[in-house]
């Protein structure tokens, strides 16, 4: 049980859901989730680290930079909660903020590494 929460108080923090819907849409660089959440490294970094501790991500370097995914869930209840939120967070108006955010940035972005 103890799991379990600590897998929900992931999605405690604002940062935190949104970071997890702009990954549903695929992996992301630091620095897009940087530019469209409009937080420092340090900040999107430390949020980073609480998912991935938590389950809810997977990070790789590449150059100076990490690249983040949404893990793969290992229970089918972690599975449905995925597809759940997955579902309704596309639906949310900062959501689609932020996706259009993510788009404007990757029209003028240079190579992260």
């Known amino acids: 049980m103890r799991t379990t929460a600590q897998f929900f108080k992931a999605l405690s923090e604002e940062p935190r859901l949104r970071i ?44 100076v ?12 209840f972690a599975q449905e909660l995925v597809a759940l939120l997955g579902k309704r967070l596309r639906e949310l108006p900062d959501t689609l903020q932020d996706y259009a955010a993510l788009e404007a940035f990757r029209r003028t972005k240079k190579p992260c590494a």
């Open 20 to 63: 997890l819907a702009l990954l549903l849409n695929g992996e992301l660089c630091v620095c897009d989730l940087m530019a469209v959440l409009q937080l420092p490294q340090s900040t999107i970094s430390r949020h980073l680290a609480y998912l991935r501790n938590t389950g809810w991500v997977k990070g790789r370097r590449r150059g």
């Open 65 to 76: 930079w990490m690249y983040y995914r949404l893990a793969e869930m290992p229970t089918p």
